[in-house]
């Protein structure tokens, strides 16, 4: 019975991490898809209707962007949770 326990334990493991990384493989992670959101991050003006569609196309990316010490100094910021919040898109927990 333990062992079955450990055997789904294990499946679901496999199973989340695959959804992940198929999110980020289906979606092309380019920071430069989010210049539209510059504006609104840099100055806290309202995000645009485009921005907010590619912080959604790339919500599965953000992690990575935070952990890139370039990008995040921009995506790891008050401005950038106020634009995703304005947007109605999580901002990730990494």
Do not use: D
């Not at 450990?6 to 992940?20: F, K, P, Q, W």
């Not at 959101?37 to 959604?56: D, M, N, Q, V």
């Not at 990316?61 to 990008?71: A, D, E, M, Q, V």
């Amino acid at each position: 019975m333990k062992l079955l326990r450990l055997v789904l334990c294990i499946l679901m493991v496999v199973v989340v991490i695959n959804s992940r990384l198929s999110a980020e493989a289906a979606t092309n992670c380019n920071p430069i898809q989010l210049s539209p959101c510059a504006t609104a991050i840099l100055s806290s003006t309202a995000p645009s209707e485009a921005c907010c569609g590619k912080l959604k196309e790339q919500r599965p990316c953000l992690c990575n962007y935070i952990k890139n010490p370039r990008l995040q100094k921009f995506i790891n910021t008050p401005n950038a949770r106020k634009v995703a919040a304005t947007c109605g898109t999580p901002f990730p927990t990494c």
